[in-house]
């Protein structure tokens, strides 16, 4: 079975602290995506890639950075947490080709205090 | 740029009836696709069904359905015979047809119930 895999579902990180959210597929998608998702406002491209070492910056893309060094493996990288950094982030693969949809991971619900 | 809207936060329906979820976009482009989603409580992003805008036929995915306006820019999704397992958050997506990197544009959500 074809998936997306997020490390941890559930995550809690002090203020200040450097947190890693890895993503990892076996569809051998060129795309990878990393979304936020907060209630009321649906989900937020933070960043993505379409090739290894490649990335784009999305709509919020402050205080996060990206690694992507195999192209199975995609990682989101809070420099330094903060409280409104308190979220569900969604991992996300596709084709290159626009006309597919992705696959998603299960979510890793993050809270900073 | 473009945007996706989905005006409904919530939305109830009975077992066995039928419900419609509303989604309208904006875009300048011709060629695109449209996506339902569904995230039930395990959070899973299920996609539910896809449409091209080339082509005018609505798709349809057994119990789910479109109604594709283009020139509206409407693009809703209608769940015949409702079942408990339909409760879920439904998410509606814009994706461009041009270029590789194209990404998908997510509406806020609609919260569907399904009553027993």
């Known amino acids: 079975d074809v998936k997306v895999t997020q490390s941890s579902r559930y995550l809690v990180k002090r203020t200040g602290e450097k947190v890693f959210l890895e993503c990892v597929q076996d569809?051998?998608?060129?795309?990878m995506f990393w979304y936020r998702q907060d209630p009321g406002l649906g989900l937020r491209l933070i960043y993505f890639?379409?090739?290894?070492?490649?990335?784009e910056k999305g709509d919020i893309p402050e205080g996060y950075s990206v690694s992507r060094e195999k192209k199975e493996r995609f990682s989101l990288i809070l420099e330094s947490a903060s409280t409104n950094q308190t979220s569900m982030y969604l991992c996300?693969?596709?084709?290159?080709?626009?006309?597919?949809?992705?696959?998603f991971g299960s979510g890793t619900r993050l809270t900073v205090v | 740029a473009q945007t996706v809207t989905q005006s409904q936060p919530e939305m109830s329906v009975q077992e066995a009836e039928t419900v419609t979820l509303s989604c309208t976009y904006d875009?300048?482009?011709?060629?695109?696709?449209l996506f339902w989603y569904k995230q039930p409580p395990s959070r899973q992003m299920i996609l539910v069904i896809r449409?091209?805008?080339?082509?005018?036929q609505n798709a349809t995915e057994n119990r789910f359905s479109v109604n594709f306006q283009k020139a509206a820019k409407s693009f809703s999704l209608k769940i015949s015979d409702s079942q408990l397992g339909d409760a879920a958050m439904y998410f509606c997506?814009?994706?461009?047809?041009?270029?590789?990197?194209?990404?998908?544009?997510f509406g806020t959500g609609t919260l569907l119930a399904v009553q027993p």
């Open positions: 996300a693969s596709s084709f290159l080709v626009s006309g597919y949809g992705y696959t």
């Open positions: 569809m051998d998608h060129e795309n």
């Open positions: 890639s379409y090739d290894v070492k490649m990335k």
């Open positions: 875009t300048s482009e011709s060629d695109y696709y």
């Open positions: 449409q091209e805008a080339y082509k005018q």
């Open positions: 997506a814009y994706r461009s047809g041009g270029g590789a990197t194209n990404k998908l544009i």
